[in-house]
């Protein structure tokens, strides 16, 4: 059930592609249901894999020869970590659809390619053959840079550009080291679990996880290499930038913790402390240069920044909870920030044409578009941590285990929480309430929000406050997988 | 007991409910918002006192739940009826009610009525959630909701520039208070393994913890320091008299009555892992926050900031209470003050109502005849804030600090610390109530104020007859409400009033309260006969001193020259960082790459090419000079065999010799 995640994606592209006519509705309708039946897939898989295995195994969802010289298997498996970030894709997949509504402009290759960009993410989450993780890993770049490129806005052929590059950096790096393992096991394998068995010696685990762990890690945000992260979320048209801050950063981590952290345990253990740095880093960073931010986006770009260190930070505490903390944190990360791109694109950019915070403050929004302001209120406290949405247990489980792993870090990454109240309620104001300059109000006409864009919002909010509120949904698939014997090198190393 | 503790969760819920359904109703429904909230609210208050009877005849119960579980370990949540919730939640519905049916009143006009208790209706779920919570974590969350609603209500009226700016500050000065509390939580959490306060036994707060739980006195003041944040103690205070920007009920409720306190709830709960050289932080803390504020109450001029300055310096008796005499004396006074400052808040509200929305009491005066009810409670709240002796509440809950104060062992210091606070609590309510009340009307606004209506008069009414007879339930004679607390019971007797501990302490307060609203009456009552424009009369005798008191030591402005300065400052350095040298770095390799391909493609065009096109040019020549050999002549090729031929021949013949 769960492969059909993937083919109904590309089926969807691919059929989009042959749609006659530049009637856009037909292309929406289609878009959404493929990513309606994406969704579908996703949770029946869930609830099955749920039901059956328990245990938190992987398990198997499709397994055949594919290039048997190398030992290349098509084979795709799913434990509980990849399942919340499948169903994460198709939660975020479907409001993309419903914030990009309005997209009238060449809209059958729009949604084509978004389509082949989500089939490339559901790809990347169910495959536990290396090889064809990483050709899923590389589908997905290519239409993340034709969606920036073509419907982007603000310097979009530089954001577009910089994105690819740098993802493609991170990709040769992954190549380099999925390539030195499969020669090093010399078990002419790239499966995972088959290479998570082999004890490589320390010394190539030492090179080879910082490759590949930093290769994976730069899609994820990891300062200093987060560069591309706020000019590309600028550049994308909201759809893009959904995915991008939603699901495509959560490629990263998941691929620094599935690939880089299970391979090579020793090399994790090398490096735990530096990369743990660089995640605070990240943390206090990115919310401080959100802090003084003109551009309404950009804000919200950092911001993705600070909150994808707490899941890097909650990897690097090598705790049950502080692992459990950083998965749900990409969850949670992915529909708080997808709610809050779609308010800053989709609800205030298109109408007003512009994203300067100092232009949007005396058109006072809040009486203009007061079900925009209401989402961002809401959506700006889940992603400031306030207790009731999922961010705040998210985080929270991430400072428990950084606590026991190092304290300093949780300390610091608490102030960084501060700093994130500090940027959400002075971007709140300044967007939507009018902080001062109250006569130089103009009036302003724009279309009402719409059913598509209420529904989406409604539904990203639904799911931050189900999660906020029981957790336990999500735990109950988290919890076990990191139990499961896949992740035992790493508490075998974390202990030592 | 039993059966009470089950339903004890509805307390907070109905009126979570009641937000609920307000936030969803059309902004024309203004009955049937203020309906929902205030029929919430009164289910909470009569639960809340149907646990408070509970209470009377046996301990403790507690209901604990599993909220969720990773691994082995779960994370439980629950509630728990005891004596020290069960007061509160009484005050807090108690209040809450009188001070929604006040609103009813107050905000008839606002167009945004049905949002106001939707919010109001929010706070009181947080804030009885936060006092029947069994979990530190369960009651961070409630705290943290609660300053949200807070956040919410200051920025109500957002188109105040004022207002907005105001609320931003409270959120954020808060939350770093938090920051502290949310650290020493994890902490707590790491030693004991436990955030549940009682867990048959098992709870951080039961001694029989597994292992013993020792208590570290880090740990408790980082949770202090989410009771600074949110009790406005020295030195992140500054949010509070800003917080007066929200309407007025809020005022009363939130910033006056309840959420200020739940700071001091907050230790008062956690007050087994207090240990004696946090207390004397606390202690000392609450000491200087008493005085420091009660010392700007006397220079202002706003009629709710004086009584915002006044709830900060009351926060600090309180905190002294705690820290020097314990859970009950800190209680008593919070629970006295909760009423007597909702009163002055309400009453404030009722004359800036009267006055067409005037705050500033000097264009106030002669309006004891004009207001005569909202006058004769006004009357009631200052004297029991001001603890005029016997018959008003604030005196015994205030005594009752005073005397802990004196029999502290650590230091006398805070003892007369707080003499001096109420002496100025006094002078400054004096003040204010000359100002406001006495004299002559200074203004037209003034001339034609008018009486509230009975919706807001008869809360007010409610609470002066609660203002005073709270005090009966603590006074020495009687320590009910201390017995209450510790679980024991009370006698009557009269004789512990005039033992030579207490008699003393209370001769010296009564004294002194008596010299500031003599002294201040003098002062005052003579210049409310005056223009509103002349100056005040201490700013005539002490000018330098009046205008640093006015500007509230300057307190803002240092912060904003250094806090707020470097944050932003770092912010910038950060960007810069980011645009000029992580970006000028990315560019750099880009322009390394670019310039390498230029170079490549300048080999490629003059060596790689280039050379190819000479090879190939040498080959063809010589391809064409060899190609002329075969010419079709055949006597040169003769020719040229027979040379070959005469060569090979004697290089043959050469070799064999």
């Known amino acids: ?496 | 007991m039993e059966s009470i503790i089950q339903y004890l969760w509805l307390i907070p819920t109905a009126p979570l409910l009641a937000a609920g359904a307000g936030a969803l109703l059309p902004r024309r429904r203004r009955r049937l918002s203020a309906g929902l909230a205030i029929g919430a609210i009164s289910i909470s208050f009569l639960l809340s006192c149907a646990a408070f009877w509970a209470t009377l005849h046996s301990g403790r119960a507690t209901s604990n739940f599993r909220w969720f579980d990773f691994g082995t370990t779960s994370v439980q949540m629950g509630w728990v009826l005891d004596p020290l919730g069960a007061i509160m939640a009484v005050m807090v519905a108690l209040v809450s009610l009188l001070i929604f049916i006040y609103s009813l009143g107050y905000m008839a006009k606002d167009e945004n009525f049905t949002r106001f208790f939707c919010f109001l209706a929010l706070f009181a779920a947080a804030m009885l959630g936060l006092v029947i919570a069994n979990s530190l974590l369960l009651f961070f969350m409630c705290w943290e909701l609660v300053g949200l609603a807070s956040y919410l209500l200051i920025g109500f009226w957002f188109q105040k520039p004022s207002a907005a700016a105001a609320a931003k500050k409270a959120f954020i000065v808060t939350r770093i208070g938090d920051l502290g509390f949310l650290v020493g939580m994890l902490w707590l959490y790491a030693k004991a393994g436990t955030h549940l306060f009682y867990d048959h036994g098992q709870g951080c707060l039961e001694p029989a913890a597994a292992g013993g739980l020792v208590a570290s006195t880090a740990i408790a003041l980082l949770i202090f320091c989410g009771a600074v944040g949110k009790s406005g103690q020295i030195p992140l205070h500054v949010w509070l008299p800003d917080a007066m920007e929200g309407p007025t009920p809020v005022s009363a409720l939130i910033h006056a009555a309840t959420m200020v306190a739940a700071g001091v709830f907050l230790i008062a709960r956690v007050y087994p892992l207090m240990t004696p050289g946090a207390l004397q932080v606390v202690t000392w803390v609450g000491a200087l926050t008493a005085v420091f504020a009660a010392s700007i109450a006397v220079a202002q001029s706003d009629i709710k900031r004086i009584l915002a300055y006044s709830t900060v310096s009351q926060l600090g008796y309180m905190m002294m209470g705690l820290g020097a005499g314990g859970v009950a004396v800190g209680m008593f006074h919070l629970t006295t003050h909760a009423f007597f400052k909702a009163l002055l808040f309400l009453g404030a509200g009722s004359v800036i109502h009267g006055c067409h929305e005037e705050q500033d009491i000097r264009k106030m005066g002669g309006l004891r005849l004009r207001l005569p009810v909202t006058f004769a409670t006004y009357a009631v709240g200052m004297m029991a804030l001001s603890g005029v002796p016997l018959f008003f509440s604030g005196f015994w809950s205030k005594d009752a600090i005073l005397d802990a104060l004196h029999h502290w062992r650590g230091s006398q210091v805070p003892f007369y610390l707080g003499l001096l606070g109420a002496f100025l609590t006094a002078f400054y309510m004096t003040r204010q109530v000359c100002r406001v009340f006495l004299g002559k009307p200074m203004t037209v606004e003034a001339e034609h104020a008018h009486e509230s209506p009975p919706v807001m008069t008869v809360p007010l009414l409610i609470l002066a007859a609660l203002a005073v007879m709270v005090g009966f339930f603590g006074t020495p004679a009687w320590p009910w409400f201390q017995a209450y607390l510790d679980g024991g019971s009370a006698g009557f007797d009269l004789s512990k009033l005039m033992n030579e501990h207490q008699l003393p302490v209370m001769l010296l307060s009564t004294a002194l309260v008596a010299a500031g609203i003599v002294w201040s009456g003098w002062i005052y009552g003579r210049a409310s006969a005056r223009p509103a424009r002349e100056a005040d009369p201490l700013e005539v005798a002490q000018p330098a001193l009046f205008a640093c008191v006015q500007k509230k030591f300057y307190v803002d402005e240092f912060y904003d020259a250094t806090v707020v300065r470097l944050t932003t400052a770092f912010a910038r350095f950060c960007d810069w960082l980011d645009r000029v040298v992580l970006g000028g770095l990315v560019r750099a390799v880009c322009w390394l790459a670019l310039a390498l391909a230029r170079l490549d493609r300048n080999v490629d065009k003059s060596v790689v090419n280039e050379g190819f096109d000479i090879g190939t040019e040498a080959v063809r020549g010589a391809g064409q000079w060899v190609s002329r050999l075969q010419n079709g002549q055949v006597q040169r090729y003769l020719r040229v065999i027979g040379l070959a031929f005469c060569g090979l021949l004697i290089l043959l013949l050469w070799g064999c010799a």
């Not at chain 1, 390539?179 to 002419?188: E, H, P, S």
């Not at chain 1, 026991?404 to 929480?417: E, K, L, R, S």
């Open chain 1, 1 to 496: 059930m769960l492969a059909w995640t993937i083919y109904i994606s590309f089926l969807g592209a691919a059929l989009l592609m042959f749609l006659p006519g530049e009637n856009p509705r037909p292309a929406k309708v289609a878009a959404l249901l493929a990513a309606l039946a994406g969704l579908a897939c996703a949770a029946k898989g869930a609830i099955e894999c749920h039901l059956h295995a328990g245990a938190g195994a992987l398990t198997d969802v499709a397994n055949a020869n594919w290039i048997p010289e190398l030992g290349i298997r098509y084979h795709l498996a799913a434990d509980g970590i990849s399942l919340v970030l499948v169903l994460l894709t198709g939660i975020a997949a479907v409001a993309g659809v419903l914030f990009s509504w309005n997209v009238e402009n060449r809209s059958r290759e729009f949604f084509a390619l978004y389509l082949a960009l989500i089939g490339g993410v559901y790809g990347v989450f169910l495959s536990v053959d290396l090889f064809l993780l990483f050709v899923f890993y590389e589908v997905a770049i290519i239409p993340k840079y034709f969606l920036i490129v073509i419907w982007g806005s603000t310097r979009r052929e530089y954001g577009a550009m910089k994105l690819a590059l740098y993802s493609f950096v991170g990709s040769a790096m992954v190549l380099v080291g999925l390539i030195a393992a499969y020669v090093m096991a010399g078990a002419r394998t790239f499966d995972l679990a088959a290479l998570a068995k082999v004890h490589f010696a320390p010394a190539f685990q030492n090179w080879a996880f910082i490759v590949v762990f930093v290769g994976f890690a730069i899609l994820a945000g990891l300062w200093p290499f987060h560069t591309w992260a706020p000019t590309g979320h600028v550049a994308a048209p909201t759809a893009a930038s959904m995915l991008l801050a939603g699901v495509v950063m959560k490629l990263g981590a998941y691929g620094a913790l599935r690939v880089a952290m299970t391979l090579f345990p020793v090399g994790l253990h090398t490096w735990q402390n530096t990369i743990a740095v660089l995640a605070v880093v990240g943390i206090v960073y990115g919310a401080l240069v959100a802090l003084v931010q003109q551009d309404f986006k950009f804000v919200i770009g950092y911001s993705s920044v600070s909150h994808m260190g707490f899941v890097l930070l909650g990897l690097m505490t090598l705790t049950q909870i502080g692992l459990s903390g950083a998965v749900l944190q990409m969850f949670s990360h992915g529909i708080i920030a997808g709610l809050l791109f779609a308010v800053v694109g989709r609800m205030v950019y298109d109408r007003t044409h512009t994203r300067d915070l100092a232009v949007l403050q005396p058109k006072n929004l809040n009486q203009v578009l007061p079900f925009a302001a209401v989402t961002f209120v809401v959506g700006g406290a889940a992603s400031m941590g306030l207790p009731g949405f999922s961010g705040f247990i998210a985080e929270l489980q991430v400072l428990v285990g950084a606590w026991q792993t190092f304290p300093v870090f949780a300390v610091m990454a608490a102030v960084g929480i501060l700093a994130g109240v500090a940027y959400t309620l002075r971007v709140l104001l300044k967007a939507f309430f009018a902080e001062g300059q109250v006569e130089a109000r103009e009036p302003l006409h724009c279309p009402r929000i719409s059913l598509p864009e209420r529904a989406g919002a409604l539904l990203l909010l639904g799911t931050t406050l189900l999660i906020g509120l029981c957790p336990q949904l999500l735990l109950d698939f988290i919890t076990p997988s990191l139990n499961s014997p896949l992740m035992q090198p790493l508490w075998k190393a974390g202990t030592r």
